[in-house]
């Protein structure tokens, strides 16, 4: 029989704190949040933001280490991978299209919903000034769009990350059953290992001018977006798991350790945002937006572990906790909801920014509980 998973309470809440950051982050790129401009200490949190998407691929993959952490378990890839695909990419095909549709209405230059007799005319405006739109769509669905950005617009933007989880999905089997068998020394060396590919993408992001891309927008979409490196991130989640397994960081079990150890690292995590500077090289400023966070998201995976901690602590409140489960959710559905929120009202007012995020949270967590729900009871029957 397989041993059960190891399940860390605390890591939901930090779950729900990453999406919500990027949620954050979208609605500000969206000039939803032009109320708040005048903040300086916080602005950077949302903007920067201090929990970009690595975090997503650190946790992953730390939790896909302790769920096969049994050396006899069998994984086959095939219907894992249809798993993951069967969780995510259904809600991601309907998100995609759902955006297509909002994309055509804003840019056919309606300002009032279309009576059926005018839908093809909305349609045919629409699609007109868009950049390649049929493309664009095929490439979403297709989870090619971000290795090839600039062939295409952005319809549902956070659908990139789809592509590279795929991608860590698909070494999970192998490499889980691989990484069991190792000692401690080769997990020490993996441990910086990763951070080398990391290290030389923002080399030469840095030294490359604009490439063949038309713009730099164009060229750090690529670098930010293409999937080879953050399976890198994936693959440090991992390892920290099996560090953790292997006592290494015991020393976090302690209550006034854990405390201290998340104060410090939210503490080195927000100094992080104010040293990137304007004037310096693009490679510097990448590494340290793209390569410092992920060291520092992974210790405070690691401080939560224990459930010991302020922070851990309130990450372990049950409501929050059954929100953070459903934190993906948000993740890959905010963006058609903004785009559609701003058609009907002024985003850019406090109130209707907590309406929006409640709606978002509520319909992802009501939409998680059903599917647990269903689950166990397939199971009863079964």
Request: aromatic letters at 18%.
């Amino acid at each position: 029989m397989p041993k059960p998973a190891n399940y860390f309470p605390a890591i939901d809440g930090l779950r729900l704190l990453a999406s919500l950051n990027i949620v954050m982050l979208h609605l500000g790129s969206s000039n939803a949040l032009m109320y708040m401009s005048d903040c300086k200490w916080v602005m950077p949190i949302i903007s920067a933001p201090a929990f970009a998407a690595g975090i997503f691929y650190v946790l992953a993959g730390f939790l896909f280490a302790s769920k096969y952490s049994d050396p006899d378990r069998s994984i086959p890839v095939i219907p894992f991978m249809f798993g993951r695909i069967a969780k995510l990419y259904r809600l991601h095909f309907f998100m995609t299209l759902l955006m297509f549709v909002l994309v055509v209405f804003k840019m056919s230059g309606y300002t009032h919903l279309p009576a059926l007799s005018e839908i093809g005319d909305c349609a045919s405006a629409g699609l007109a000034k868009m950049f390649h739109p049929w493309r664009s769509l095929i490439m979403h669905l297709t989870l090619t769009w971000s290795i090839v950005p600039d062939l295409g617009m952005k319809l549902n933007e956070p659908s990139w990350s789809l592509t590279s989880f795929f991608l860590c999905y698909a070494i999970t089997p192998w490499f889980s059953r691989w990484l069991i068998k190792q000692n401690r020394r080769t997990l020490w060396i993996l441990f910086g290992g990763v951070f080398v590919p990391g290290l030389l993408w923002a080399i030469v992001y840095g030294k490359t001018g604009n490439l063949w891309f038309d713009g730099f927008d164009a060229k750090y979409r690529f670098f930010h977006m293409f999937a080879p490196v953050r399976v890198f991130e994936y693959i440090f989640g991992m390892v920290l798991y099996r560090l953790y397994n292997e006592g290494v960081f015991d020393v976090f079990k302690k209550d006034y350790v854990s405390g201290l150890a998340q104060a410090l690292l939210l503490l080195a995590l927000y100094g992080s945002l104010f040293l990137m500077r304007p004037d310096a090289n693009p490679g510097y400023n990448y590494f340290i937006h793209h390569s410092l966070p992920i060291f520092i998201y992974g210790m405070f995976v690691v401080s939560l572990l224990s459930g010991k901690g302020f922070l851990a602590k309130f990450f372990c409140i049950p409501l929050v906790r059954h929100i953070g489960r459903a934190s993906f959710y948000p993740y890959l559905i905010h963006l058609p909801i903004i785009t559609f929120a701003w058609g009907i009202c002024n985003l850019n007012r406090p109130k209707n920014t907590i309406l929006l995020l409640l709606f978002i949270y509520t319909v992802s967590t009501l939409y998680m509980e059903f599917k647990v729900w269903r689950r166990k009871k397939a199971k009863a029957k079964a």
